[in-house]
């Protein structure tokens, strides 16, 4: 039987030239990350299984509290910020977690909205209450792991590809999702002043130690790879990825600035995850996935439209968020770079 099949994030269409040119159109849920059940679908076709792929494990509550616990604090200690930044923001991904398990099936498309509005609400609380804090800078991290920095990489790498459909619709859906986190923060915050007083937020200043990186990083890692379903041992594999994307732009950009140093991380992410997913016959996302979200500068895209707006720093980098344009073209150049060493066929079974 001929058919045309025409794919993209939202829907998959199915033409049948011998039957009339019947169209049978099926829509898609919202995308989500579930590296899990991505392996298991991988094994099953490597076996030329006709069963159906049974649906993956997730990880208990507990586990996911806590790791929606730990991953503001870890942002904030590996983007530098101040203690009391980093002491509140275990109780803002307390809250998050709370928005994600209420916004669930039919209500998934608010958890984004919701969880800004309720972290721009404590902040501005905690703020009233006279504890010195960054007010925006707590906020962006808070609700990072909904920053789809991911999804406008893959966007542009599509968009590079003329995968035209593909790129439009994910980079489409990344705005709106980064306009819902904007505005929720905003509004939070506003209620907030309305409701305990005007906030003052206090400069965010690096009070982090020398060695608090160094257990920030695997606790970061370890809380995406739970958030995102995937397997433990899949997990330990990525934790080089994840060592790459934190300090490869600092130590690998050859003696010419962190854009190059960018590009080369990229290309031995790409190149390390694509090698390990050929020798375990699976795909090479299960692996990239931890690196490239510590890479992709999708936070610098919400600290530098705040800073616009606000007319003052966020964060203690100065000027992170104005690099953003710049990290995306090296991460997108470098993942090009890495696909053109292997086939065709390796960079979709990579996407």
């Known amino acids: 039987m001929n058919v045309v099949v025409q794919a993209s994030p939202t829907a998959i269409n199915y033409q049948f030239p011998d039957f009339d040119h019947k169209v049978v159109i099926k829509q898609l849920e919202p995308a989500s990350i579930d590296l899990s059940l991505l392996a298991n679908t991988i094994i099953g076709i490597n076996e030329n299984s006709s069963s159906p792929v049974p649906p993956s494990t997730r990880y208990r509550p507990w586990l996911m509290m806590i790791s929606?616990?730990?991953?503001?604090?870890?942002?904030?200690?590996?983007?530098?910020?101040t203690m009391n930044a980093i002491a509140m923001a275990f109780i803002l991904g307390?809250?998050?977690?709370?928005?994600?398990?209420?916004?669930?099936?039919?209500?998934?498309?608010?958890?984004?909205?919701?969880?800004?509005?309720?972290?721009?609400?404590?902040?501005?609380?905690?703020?009233s209450q006279g504890i010195d804090v960054p007010i925006w800078a707590l906020s962006i991290a808070a609700i990072v792991l909904f920053v789809p920095g991911l999804s406008i990489a893959n966007s542009l790498e599509c968009l590079a590809f003329n995968d035209l459909i593909s790129g439009t619709c994910l980079f489409a859906q990344s705005i709106f999702i980064l306009v819902k986190l904007f505005i929720g923060i905003y509004i939070g915050l506003t209620l907030g002043d309305t409701l305990w007083g005007a906030s003052i937020s206090q400069t965010n200043l690096n009070e982090v130690a020398s060695w608090m990186p160094f257990v920030a990083l695997p606790a970061l890692s370890l809380s995406l790879g739970i958030n995102f379903n995937a397997r433990f041992i899949d997990i330990f594999y990525a934790l080089p990825v994840s060592i790459l994307g934190m300090w490869g732009p600092l130590y690998l950009d050859l003696g010419s600035g962190w854009i190059v140093g960018t590009w080369v991380t990229t290309v031995v992410i790409t190149l390390y995850g694509t090698w390990l997913a050929k020798t375990l016959k699976l795909t090479g996302a299960i692996y990239i996935v931890q690196g490239i979200i510590i890479l992709v500068p999708g936070s610098r895209v919400l600290v530098g439209a705040s800073e616009s707006f606000l007319h003052q720093p966020i964060l203690s980098t100065p000027d992170i968020g104005l690099s953003a344009l710049l990290m995306f073209s090296a991460i997108v150049t470098g993942q090009i770079t890495a696909y053109s060493v292997y086939s065709q066929k390796n960079r979709y079974l990579i996407n």
């Open 94 to 127: 307390f809250l998050v977690w709370v928005c994600q398990y209420l916004c669930r099936d039919e209500h998934k498309i608010v958890v984004e909205f919701l969880s800004a509005l309720v972290t721009g609400l404590m902040v501005s609380f905690i703020s």
């Open 68 to 81: 929606n616990m730990l991953i503001p604090p870890a942002f904030l200690v590996l983007v530098g910020s």
